[in-house]
């Protein structure tokens, strides 16, 4: 049996496998947010731990014989979070989260100090990376900056809990800036622009090798043999794409979660940052990926669902009664709620309703946002499509996967067939499960498997061009708003 632990944003979820790749079951724990001022994010790592043992409880009770056969523990993670350790590895601050906004001047003052930024890292300076916010932490707390020994990823604080062991894996160190991503190991260059150093980061193995052993006090609380082996990991989207088998190049997917994330695999190393795109390292030797991200995505639909005070599947199926008559008639909706990444780069780009009526309905409303977060995707695509990378199909995962219509209407938007696969709302649990599977010894091709597809949604062009006017007032409205 294999455990694996994807500490998102919202939620710490785990998830069971057999050694033929079954999933025996899952659990998951839930997180807050704190935005303590406008543009910060930030959570407690206390946090994390208390709602990872909440969901080891769940699990091990579902499946107690299960869970007791569980050898090896593989780690997904939300990436980009600043984990601040003192000397004797106590959490100086709450962390620092990828959703963060603040540090803008920071990310400026990086790219004028690190000339080689884009050439080493692959990637612009973004208010949501580790390596500005550390320069933002050494200006506004300079008592925390001076007090800091370590430096860890979300997950990889998890694990320091799990085994005692500070270490990363490269797949998750490509979303800090202080990574020569080509080469795999830190950039001393990088690093010295932050006034940190090797000293300050923990060792690199790759996601799919030991990092270290459970710690034996913690096994016989969880009722565990004594070796049971933890993977490097990987960040939750690398993760996620080794849960569909997501493994070779051209192969991508689309994550629906909190954010919204066009991942495609490549075989080496192609930086394009220009486009605000992502260039990192795939959670396999010798296996890159080229990323672009939206900050808001699924969390836009409970943002409204919370706004009108309904639950997402009454307003999802009151827009499919009202379907032939939205589309139409819909305000155009920018899903910016926490400033947006690719292809903008803009921590204060906003979130708009343009174009409300007193004839607007509810449904009008939420047609607005899944349209709006489809559009941020093609976006996306774009944004990759002229960094040369080009894909004919997309498998779908994370929690909005779970709607026919949404991804009927993002594989429209694309033009672009969605596939959606059996479990895929498991996203980086079932990639961390496997990766624990792969650090005892397992081999990728038994473990990297497709996932059956459940669910094929081939692109309308009827509504392709039916949506592209849509599209083209959706880009617009953003250029014509940027900076007011």
Same mark, same amino acid.
């Given at each position: 049996m294999y455990l694996g632990i994807d500490l998102g944003t919202s939620e710490v979820k785990l998830l069971l496998l057999d050694g033929r790749g079954a999933i025996v079951g899952t659990a998951g724990s839930t997180l807050t947010l704190q935005s303590p001022q406008p543009l910060w994010s930030e959570q407690h790592p206390a946090d994390w731990w208390t709602a990872t043992q909440a969901a080891v409880a769940q699990l091990r009770n579902a499946h107690p014989a299960e869970f007791a056969q569980v050898r090896g523990i593989g780690l997904s993670g939300q990436m980009h979070g600043a984990v601040l350790l003192g000397s004797d590895d106590t959490v100086l601050r709450p962390a620092i989260l990828w959703n963060d906004g603040r540090c803008h001047t920071e990310c400026a003052e990086l790219e004028a100090a690190a000339p080689a930024l884009h050439d080493i890292a692959g990637n612009l300076?973004?208010?949501?990376?580790?390596?500005?916010?550390?320069?933002?932490?050494?200006?506004?707390?300079?008592?925390?900056?001076?007090?800091?020994?370590?430096?860890?990823?979300?997950?990889?604080?998890?694990?320091?809990?799990?085994?005692?062991?500070?270490?990363?894996?490269?797949?998750?160190?490509?979303?800090?800036?202080?990574?020569?991503?080509?080469?795999?190991?830190? &950039?001393?260059?990088?690093?010295?622009?932050?006034?940190?150093?090797?000293?300050?980061?923990?060792?690199?193995?790759?996601?799919?090798?030991?990092?270290?052993?459970?710690?034996?006090?913690?096994?016989?609380?969880?009722?565990?043999?004594?070796?049971?082996?933890?993977?490097?990991?990987?960040?939750?989207?690398?993760?996620?794409?080794?849960?569909?088998?997501?493994?070779?190049?051209?192969?991508?997917?689309? &994550?629906?979660?909190?954010?919204?994330?066009?991942?495609?695999?490549?075989?080496?190393?192609?930086?394009?940052?220009?486009?605000?795109?992502?260039?990192?390292?795939?959670?396999?030797?010798?296996?890159?990926?080229?990323?672009?991200?939206?900050?808001?995505?699924?969390?836009?639909?409970?943002?409204?669902?919370?706004?009108?005070?309904?639950?997402?599947?009454?307003?999802?199926?009151?827009?499919?009664?009202?379907?032939?008559?939205?589309?139409?008639?819909?305000?155009?909706?920018?899903?910016?709620?926490?400033?947006?990444?690719?292809?903008?780069?803009?921590?204060?780009?906003?979130?708009?309703?343009?174009?409300?009526k007193s004839r607007t309905t509810r449904a009008d409303c939420t047609y607005a946002v899944l349209e709006g977060v489809a559009f941020g995707l093609a976006d996306g695509l774009a944004a990759l499509r002229a960094a040369g990378t080009q894909v004919r199909q997309l498998s779908l995962v994370g929690g909005g996967s779970r709607s026919p219509y949404w991804a009927q209407l993002i594989a429209d938007a694309l033009d672009v067939e969605i596939v959606v696969h059996a479990g895929s709302e498991a996203g980086g649990a079932l990639g961390a499960a496997r990766l624990g599977w792969l650090a005892t010894g397992g081999q990728v091709a038994d473990v990297c498997t497709r996932p059956a597809i459940s669910a094929r949604f081939a692109p309308s062009s009827t509504r392709h061009a039916r949506l592209a006017p849509r599209l083209a007032r959706f880009r617009d409205l953003y250029q014509r708003l940027k900076g007011a």
């Open positions: 300076a973004m208010p949501g990376f580790t390596a500005p916010k550390l320069l933002w932490v050494s200006r506004h707390e300079p008592d925390v900056f001076a007090r800091v020994a370590s430096v860890l990823l979300p997950k990889d604080w998890l694990r320091l809990q799990l085994t005692g062991e500070k270490v990363s894996d490269p797949s998750d160190a490509a979303g800090t800036l202080w990574l020569d991503v080509a080469r795999r190991d830190w &950039s001393d260059e990088l690093l010295a622009a932050t006034g940190l150093t090797r000293a300050h980061m923990p060792r690199l193995v790759e996601a799919s090798e030991p990092s270290g052993v459970l710690r034996p006090e913690l096994a016989a609380a969880w009722g565990l043999g004594a070796e049971v082996i933890v993977a490097g990991g990987a960040g939750d989207n690398a993760a996620s794409a080794i849960g569909i088998g997501a493994t070779q190049p051209g192969n991508g997917f689309i &994550s629906l979660g909190t954010s919204g994330v066009l991942f495609v695999v490549n075989d080496r190393y192609r930086p394009n940052p220009a486009s605000a795109v992502h260039a990192f390292c795939h959670a396999l030797p010798a296996r890159w990926h080229q990323m672009s991200v939206m900050l808001s995505a699924a969390s836009c639909l409970r943002w409204f669902c919370n706004l009108v005070g309904l639950h997402e599947s009454t307003l999802l199926a009151e827009l499919a009664r009202n379907d032939s008559a939205v589309t139409d008639a819909a305000p155009i909706f920018l899903p910016y709620l926490a400033g947006e990444r690719t292809p903008h780069n803009d921590p204060f780009a906003p979130g708009v309703f343009h174009g409300l």
